[in-house]
């Protein structure tokens, strides 16, 4: 068989994109964690049979980097020839599993043809637990893996098309509420299967031969849209810096630092300078580093694209081991989302002079959690994880997004009704912060701020946010927007400020939990913002008159 | 004599048909559609047919219409003003929405601003709890404040939107007489409750206020629409087409004008699914192909698949709608080569400006029409019967720059621009067949709209589909479905509560409570007992789900044992849906779902009088594939025998649509006038 057409290549693409949109789904609508049926934590990918990502379905960006490793591990661990059909395996640890982090959990199944291994098909779903010292398995005060829950290695979980139930109760009796999360187990498997059975169907139609080239073709394509898009940006060399506010365990303005250089079809990016690994769990491993730097990349050259392995090629990343963005083992990296978040600030930042025009001021540059937990009313225990976005920077030629995920998270909130509904918890306010959007020709998105009490009960709250203490800066003269903070409302009325970062505090009944995410910097000078959009900001409420005066000199 | 009459109107055209049973006769006619004022282009259309066709209005008895005014108005944003109460804390959230943007990969793209500015929703202290304990009072004296402000505005209509209201209506009915006892009566207070009782707050309060929006308008176009029907003297009342399928009355359409606010897409497949139960083919799937989309559908047991959450204008919906999936893959898609190297095919559209190369309308891009032209699969000399000129030169021209890239054969190009386009269209059909659980190979595929046909057995043979079916007039489809269509209503009656032994009363008492309301929709609908239909189901799912299945019961009370049977239905649905189960788990009833039909006189469709011999009047060469060129006999398709089967290779050419038939196939006119193709062995 020779060489496929250009338009065979895109006819395999989209079959093997339709068989992965389809596993995305089937896990979306039967799984229990709220993460995946309700803020789609999760995604689903083909791999060719040297482990290289072909497609990669709807998903979460910092899956992708996850992705791209997992074959790899789990041919590290197996040899070709141990792996057979029917067998599938789980994974989840950022050191010896291409994770992220733990909650995280690949499942990766070999695709035969004929007795032969020609593909794999994988997915990951975000558990609301992985076990660990704290409920969800998230919280901050964490110092090494350890303490974050269960860190598997990639191993088999399913051999002849059974499960080993010895090891998935092993797995199961380390996790909290292990009947739902059977379910999401579950979930994930059969979404392989379905993999399976749908590629099997798609085998009738293309030949082993045209499969191989095929993939090797998908992923070159992917390759070509790279390396023609970098060249689209102009060459040279470009620089900036940021910091983290603190990783919860007392090291405080973690520097991230990222230096780019630009040359031709490739780019070169050096995280040299950032801070080293902290204790708290901020840290990130090479794999989140990774997708931080794709996703970036991304945004600002090819938005439209497909994402595989062949993004990887024109791209090469450097950064010191053991630092904050590039963790070894046995650093803690639960809340590394925050991490990838500042990394994403520092590349825009630094490609800012560049690109002017795809370029965004900083967002709310966090990966709001808040995680409740406790005996409620009912006797039963419950454990609930939410994340909460905040302002989008302002644009080029137009505001900032209020109360939206940015960049590597965009999972959305749960229902108001559906989290009453399920948990002893009652929401107060859910609402955008005024004031909170930096000024700018184009202004910043504002935060959000979300108010929950627990019904009847005390309850325990950990919570992680960022840039409660540095801004998110405007670009081209723009201000920065309103910070984070986390409070206590008591019912005598008084307000107690809480770190950024609280792990496990004891919430009273009666007593309130409110978190105020970021806003977003502005775009532009002040000064050049239109009447027009003046009026509204006023009128809508948004910003004061005082805020209205003090920023654009405004009087309505 | 009974005239039945169904109009729709579309973007483009108005279509009408008009069915006269005592003569086995249909009529169709086309007209421009004059969308400043949508009513003007019936009035011509039923003019036409009273004088041209001589019929009485009074012979009028069914007057079906499908209408795209309340589609428009929201996506022009040309609406009636809206102003929001809510629960105090949450003005924002018709803002903040799921607080996620449209594409993960783009920081440009947003979701729409709402439709009520932040400076017109109020919050008013008040609050249900989940399990219907009162939080928080509802304020009345803080409502009279808002009254008072509100009266100043120019307001059309209050959209009050609490939580939990979907189950405890209490404190919005409450809020909703007050703020009426308040506000002068030209101001329409609308619940959420009321429009849509289904939890997940942001879904039901942006359905709430698309609803407000279109209050003002729906009537007032309705109020035009009946005046000036009734000015040409025919009495029948407009029914009007809903998303979900069915039509309701134009007084129901007047409270609940978002629920017709889908029916354009709706139109085709009610078409289809009125053909498909004359002919008794059950299972089929539709394939609509116009200028720019490809719309597709599903219809199993003859009953079309409905979703409950869609998109309006980048708002969301939660009603009933068709699970129509549109892909941009028509006959304008232009066909272009991505930065990767890789063919695409659309979603940008040449449309019918500048159209086509092939059209010389100053079209310059490769389009999938073009690519059908060199592939002889349309005519090199013209379209519509002769009264649309086709350049085969500037086809070659637009699809030779492509090939010149691609270092292909111009007729590779062409064959590849095809496939592409009909590979985009099988992802469509996989979306809403297998991702269902359904076997497309199991299914006929109905093909509609002017490029439909073309396409069919492209798509078809991709599928392992082995019949496809072409009805008599491809291009009118919409327009007859709407004599086939009932008028229908959903009701839903949310109900939470787990799985247990005594289950079954809390069955019996959601059943009771939809009964009643079942009952006074079909008392206000005026549907007499014996055209009257219920469809039951229970929405379950397993403890700690998210997404719920519909199991259809029938309507009789529950006892222990039906309650049982009921769960273990919902077991196998969820093994077939996601091949798992867990039959030990506890289940949980989400809530309990009637649908009601009230049963309309249809017109049976009109038999085709059979003709003579099959009669070629040429040939052309057509590409069928890769080096596949075939002479092939070209006929007309009114000139085709009925019920005498004749095989592929053949080009069928009608005025609205160009029909083609494969070697190897066998093809018919059944009695309704329908194409049949009955694929051969699949090929490579």
Not at chain 2, 99 to 108: A, G, I, L
Request: hydrophobic share 40%; glycine share 10%.
């Amino acid at each position: 068989m020779s060489k496929l057409t250009p338009i065979e290549v895109e006819l395999l693409r989209n079959g093997l994109t339709s068989i992965c949109d389809e596993m995305f789904l089937a896990i979306m609508k039967s799984a229990y964690s709220t993460n995946i049926k309700e803020r789609h934590d999760h995604s689903a990918a083909i791999f060719d049979a040297q482990g290289r990502v072909v497609v990669q379905g709807e998903s979460l960006p910092l899956h992708l980097a996850s992705m791209l490793g997992l074959v790899e591990v789990v041919l590290d661990r197996y040899g070709v020839e141990e792996i057979n059909p029917g067998d599938m395996f789980l994974s989840n640890d950022p050191f010896v599993g291409r994770g992220s982090h733990l909650p995280d959990v690949a499942i990766l199944a070999p695709i035969f043809r004929d007795g032969e291994l020609i593909l794999f098909v994988s997915n990951i779903a975000h558990h609301s637990d992985i076990g660990g010292m704290a409920p969800g398995s998230m919280a901050g005060g964490m110092t090494e893996i350890y303490q974050e829950g269960l860190r598997i290695p990639p191993i088999r979980i399913v051999q002849e098309d059974k499960i080993l139930q010895d090891v998935f109760d092993l797995v199961l009796l380390n996790v909290r509420v292990p009947s739902e999360r059977r379910g999401d187990y579950m979930a994930q498997i059969a979404a392989n299967r379905l993999g399976n059975r749908r590629l099997k169907e798609l085998f009738e139609k293309w030949s082993k031969e045209q499969i191989e080239g095929g993939c090797s073709a998908i992923i070159d394509a992917v390759t070509r849209r790279m390396r023609s898009s970098i060249a689209e940006l102009p060459d040279g060399e470009y620089a900036f810096e940021d910091v983290l506010d603190d990783d919860g365990m007392g090291t405080e303005n973690i520097p991230v630092v990222v230096n780019i250089e630009k040359k031709g079809e490739e780019i070169w990016l050096d995280f040299e300078g950032s801070g080293p690994q902290v204790r708290g769990n901020m840290n990130n491993s090479f794999a989140g580093l990774q997708a931080s730097v794709l996703f970036a990349l991304k945004v600002l050259v090819d938005p439209d694209g497909p994402t595989n392995h062949g993004m990887l090629e024109p791209v090469h990343i450097k950064a010191p081991e053991g630092s904050v963005v590039n963790a070894s083992f046995p650093a803690a990296t639960a809340a590394r989302a925050q991490t990838c978040q500042r990394i994403i600030d520092v590349i825009l930042g630094a490609l800012a002079e560049a690109v002017p025009d795809r370029v965004i001021a900083a967002c709310n540059g966090a990966n709001g959690v808040a995680t409740f937990s406790g005996i409620g009313p009912d006797g039963k225990y419950y454990l609930y994880m939410e994340t909460i976005g905040g302002g989008a920077g302002g644009r080029s030629y137009k505001d900032g997004s209020d109360g939206i995920q940015v960049h590597v998270t965009n999972t959305s909130n749960l229902p108001v009704e559906a989290l009453e509904n399920e948990y002893p918890l009652l929401v107060d306010r859910y609402e955008l912060i005024e004031g909170s959007g930096g000024a700018g020709k184009w202004r910043g998105g504002l935060g959000l701020r979300r108010v929950y009490r627990g019904i009847d009960h005390t309850l325990t709250f950990s919570g992680q946010g960022e840039r409660g203490v540095k801004a998110p800066w405007g670009l081209f003269g723009g201000k920065s927007g309103g910070t984070a903070s986390i409070s206590l409302h008591l019912d005598d009325g008084s307000r107690q400020s809480l770190p950024i970062k609280p792990a496990s505090f004891e919430v009273k009944p009666g007593v309130a939990v409110c978190i105020e995410t970021a806003g977003a910097g502005g775009y532009g000078p002040p000064a050049e913002r239109d009447i027009e959009s003046l009026e509204d900001d006023t009128k809508s409420g948004k910003f004061s008159a005082e805020f209205m005066r003090k920023f654009y000199n405004f009087q309505n | 004599m009974t005239v039945h009459i169904g109009v729709d109107v579309g973007g483009t055209f108005t279509d009408f048909a008009v069915s006269i049973p005592e003569k086995n006769m249909q009529l169709l006619y086309k007209l421009p559609s004059t969308p400043e004022r949508p009513d003007d282009a019936i009035i011509q259309g039923l003019n036409y047919f009273l004088t041209t066709h001589k019929l009485k209005p009074k012979e009028i008895v069914r007057f079906g219409h499908g209408t795209t005014v309340g589609t428009n108005a929201l996506i022009q944003r040309r609406v009636g003003k809206v102003a929001m109460v809510t629960s105090r804390g949450f003005k924002d959230l018709l803002e903040i929405g799921r607080q996620t943007r449209p594409k993960v990969y783009d920081m440009h793209q947003d979701f729409p601003k709402p439709l009520v500015p932040r400076w017109l929703r109020y919050e008013v202290s008040e609050r249900m709890r989940a399990d219907g304990v009162v939080h928080t009072p509802l304020d009345e004296p803080e409502l009279k404040e808002i009254a008072n402000i509100l009266r100043e505005e120019q307001i059309d209509c209050i959209a009050v939107c609490f939580l939990h209201s979907h189950a405890f209506p209490e404190h919005e009915q409450r809020a909703a007489e007050v703020l009426r006892q308040n506000m002068s009566s030209d101001v329409s207070i609308m619940t959420s409750s009321m429009v849509y009782p289904e939890f997940r707050e942001y879904e039901r309060f942006s359905t709430t206020v698309l609803n407000a929006a279109l209050l003002t308008v729906m009537s007032a176009y309705l109020d035009r629409l009946t005046k000036n029907v009734a000015k040409t003297g025919v009495e029948a009342e407009p029914t009007i087409s809903q998303s979900g399928g069915g039509l309701m009355s134009a007084a129901y359409s007047r409270q609940y004008p978002i629920r017709s606010a889908l029916s354009g897409p709706a139109a085709g497949v009610l078409g289809a699914a009125y053909r498909a139960k004359a002919t008794q083919e059950p299972n089929i799937i539709t394939l609509d192909i116009g200028g720019t989309s490809a719309d597709v559908s599903l219809l199993a047991d003859g009953e079309p698949s409905v979703v409950h959450s869609r998109r309006l204008a980048g708002f969301p919906l939660r009603l009933p709608a068709l699970d129509v999936n549109a892909v941009g893959a028509g006959g304008g898609s232009i066909a272009w080569i991505d930065r990767d190297g890789l063919l695409k095919v659309g979603p940008e559209s040449a449309g019918a400006v500048p159209g086509p190369a092939c059209y010389n309308k100053g079209g310059v891009a490769a389009t999938v029409t073009d690519a059908n032209v060199i592939l002889g699969r349309l005519p090199d000399t013209s379209l519509l019967d002769g009264r649309m000129d086709i350049r085969r030169d500037l086809a070659e021209g637009a699809i030779d720059k492509l090939a010149e890239k691609l270092s292909m054969s111009r007729e590779d190009t062409a064959l590849g621009i095809v496939q592409v386009a009909s590979s985009v269209i099988v992802k469509a059909i996989r979306a809403i067949s297998v991702e269902r659980g359904h076997d497309p190979s199991k299914f006929s595929l109905f093909a509609f709209g002017g490029a439909g046909p073309l396409h069919a057995i492209d798509v078809a043979k991709d599928l392992g589909i082995k019949r496809v079916f072409i009805p008599p007039n491809p291009g009118i489809l919409c327009a007859e479905g709407l004599l086939g269509s009932d008028l229908v209503a959903d009701l839903i009656q949310p109900s939470l509560a787990v799985f247990d032994q005594n289950i079954f009363e809390v069955l019996n008492v959601a059943k009771s409570n939809l009964s009643m309301r079942a009952n006074d929709w079909f008392a206000a609908e005026s549907v007499d007992a014996k055209d009257q239909r219920q469809t039951w189901s229970a929405d379950l799912r397993y403890a700690g789900q998210n997404f719920e299945l519909a199991i259809n019961f029938k309507n009789d009370q529950f006892n222990r044992d039906t309650a049982l049977a009921l769960r273990a239905e919902f077991d196998k649905a969820h093994e077939v849906a996601y091949g798992y189960s867990q039959s030990n788990e506890p289940v949980e009833l989400v809530g309990m779902r009637v649908k009601l039909a009230g049963i309309l006189s249809k017109p049976p469709l009109p038999k085709t009088k059979a003709g003579s011999v099959l009669k070629s009047i040429g040939s052309r060469k057509v590409s069928f594939g890769k080096n596949m060129w075939t002479e092939t006999p070209i006929y007309r398709r009114e000139a085709i025998p009925v019920e005498q089967n004749f095989e592929g290779p053949a080009v069928i050419e009608q005025m609205d649509s160009m029909l083609l038939v494969f070697p190897g196939d066998t093809a018919k006119i059944d009695g309704w006038g329908n194409l049949i193709i009955d694929l051969g062995q699949a090929e490579d």
